[in-house]
C-alpha cells in the first residue's frame, strides 16, 4: 500500500512512472511509444465495504466473530434507507488506511494551519464503529471528533481532496511528459464510477439532463445536485476526486462516466433479468447517478475543452449475465443517445476467446459467443451519423 502523504515514497513512484513510460527509452525499459489515449481507470483512494449481514465470511468488513469494526445495523449511520438494509456496502469509510498514518497526521495539520486551525490530530467518526461501551484503541495521532464539529470536518473533507487530486493530477502529468514528442499520443482520460468521483462545485448550478421514462419517451427534467437527498452519497469525500478541478488541470484530456455497475437499487428478488433492468433504470437513483451526474460531468469537460464519454452496458445490473441484443440495444438508446457523448466505451468480451482467458475471468464470459457484435457495430454506425449533427 502506498501512502501518498509520503513525499519520498510519492517521488520514487512518480519517476519510476517517468522511466517506463517513456515513448523515446530503451525498449528493455520502457512501454515506447502509445498510440491514442491511455485510461486511469476506476482510481479510488478508499474502497467500497460490503455488508455485515451476508452469511459469506468474504463479505464481512473484517473476518472475525469478535470484530470491533464493522458496518449495519443500528451501530452503522446509514445512508441508503431501503427495503433491504443490507445494501449498505457502497459506503466507504471515513478510516481508510491511506488517510490515517503519522505522514497524514502532520499533513493534515500543516493544511489546517494554513487555514487558521489548530488541529493537531487526525478526526474519526465513532458512528463507524461498534456500540459506544465497545473499546476501541485510536493511534495518538487519531481523535473522534463529533460529527457537529462542522469546522473540523470540513478542513479534514478539503485536505481529502487536496491530498488525493494533487496525487493523481501527478500521475497523470508523468504520463503525458513521458509521451511528450509522441505525435501518435492524445492524452490521458479518467474512467470512473459516479459515487467513486465527485463534481464540488458544479453541483451547485442547475443542469438539465434527458432520460427515457417507463414509457419508453424522451424527457427533460432540471435539477440542482446540492438539492438531491443523496448528494453526498454520490460524492463521497473519502473517494477523494474532485473532478471539477480535474478536468480544469492540464493533465487529463477528459473522463469515461461509467454506466455500467449496479446502483443501489433493491426491487423484489422475483424478478426476471429483463424486468429487474426495467426496475433499475426507471428508478430516480438511475436518474441521477447516471443521467444527470453524467449531464453535469458533460458540461464540466465542455467548459474545460475536455472530451466527456460514456459507457455502453454490456451486463445485466443484475449478476454478471450479458444482454441479450435487444437489450444491448435498449440500454444503449436509454443511456448513450440521451448523453451525447464524446467517447463511447464497453466491455467487449463477444471479441474474446474464452480459452485464452485466465480461468478466474471465465464465469464472467459464460455464454459469449459473438452475438453482440453485430448489434455493437449497427448502434456504434448509427449514432455516428447522428453525431455529426450533434451540438457542440
Known amino acids: 500500500m502506498l501512502d501518498i502523504t509520503n513525499d519520498h515514497a510519492v517521488a520514487e ?46 463479505e464481512h468488513d473484517v473476518a472475525s466473530p469478535d470484530t470491533v469494526i464493522r458496518m449495519g445495523g443500528k451501530t452503522h449511520r446509514q445512508l441508503f434507507v431501503d427495503a433491504d438494509p443490507r445494501y449498505s456496502y457502497l459506503n466507504p469509510a471515513k478510516r481508510a488506511a491511506p488517510l490515517f498514518t503519522q505522514n497524514a497526521c502532520a499533513k493534515f495539520s500543516a ?27 485510536l493511534p495518538d495521532w487519531v481523535q473522534f471528533v463529533d460529527l457537529s464539529d462542522t469546522d473540523y470536518w470540513k478542513t479534514w473533507e478539503n485536505w481529502v481532496y487536496e491530498t488525493w487530486t494533487t496525487f493523481i493530477e501527478s500521475v497523470a502529468r508523468e504520463w503525458c511528459l513521458a509521451q511528450k514528442g509522441n505525435a501518435w499520443f492524445r492524452g490521458v482520460i479518467y474512467f470512473q464510477l459516479p459515487m467513486w468521483y465527485s463534481l464540488r462545485e458544479s453541483s451547485e448550478e442547475p443542469i438539465e ?10 424527457r427533460r427534467r432540471r435539477v440542482v445536485m446540492t438539492d438531491y437527498s443523496e448528494h ?16 480544469a488541470g492540464p ?18 428478488r422475483s424478478l426476471s433479468y ?60 436509454r443511456t448513450i443517445t440521451p448523453l451525447m457523448p464524446d467517447i463511447i466505451a464497453t466491455i467487449g468480451p463477444w471479441f474474446a476467446e474464452q480459452e485464452e482467458l485466465d480461468p478466474k475471468y471465465q464465469p464472467v464470459m459464460l455464454g459469449c459467443k459473438g452475438y453482440l457484435e453485430d448489434v455493437w457495430q449497427e448502434k456504434m454506425k448509427a449514432y455516428r451519423e447522428a453525431y455529426a449533427g450533434m451540438e457542440p
Not at 29 to 48: A, F, H, K, R, W
Not at 119 to 126: I, Q, S, T, V
Not at 209 to 218: C, K, L, M, N
Open 13 to 58: 513512484l512518480l519517476a519510476n512512472i517517468r522511466r517506463v513510460f517513456r515513448w523515446d527509452g530503451p525498449t528493455e525499459d520502457c512501454i515506447g511509444p502509445l498510440c491514442g489515449y491511455i485510461v486511469l481507470n476506476e482510481c479510488m483512494l478508499s474502497s467500497n465495504w460490503e455488508s455485515v449481514w451476508s452469511e459469506h465470511e468474504k
Open 111 to 137: 493544511f489546517a494551519r494554513e487555514r487558521g486551525h489548530e488541529y493537531d490530530r487526525l478526526p474519526a467518526d465513532r458512528n463507524e464503529f461498534n456500540d459506544d461501551d465497545a473499546t476501541v484503541s
Open 209 to 218: 439532463f434527458t432520460y427515457i421514462d417507463e414509457a419508453g419517451r424522451s
Open 232 to 247: 453526498d452519497v454520490l460524492n463521497p469525500v473519502v473517494m477523494g476526486t474532485d473532478m471539477d478541478r480535474l478536468m
Open 251 to 268: 493533465w487529463f484530456a477528459g473522463m469515461l462516466h461509467e454506466t455500467t455497475k449496479s446502483i443501489p437499487v433493491r426491487p423484489p
Open 274 to 333: 429483463e424486468q429487474y433492468d426495467e426496475a433499475v433504470d426507471n428508478h430516480e437513483r438511475y436518474r441521477h447517478y447516471f443521467m444527470a451526474q453524467g449531464a453535469l460531468a458533460k458540461r464540466v469537460c465542455r467548459r474545460n475543452g475536455k472530451l466527456f464519454g460514456a459507457f455502453a452496458r454490456s451486463q445485466f445490473f443484475k449478476d454478471s449475465t450479458h444482454l441479450s441484443a435487444d437489450y444491448f440495444a435498449r440500454g444503449f438508446d
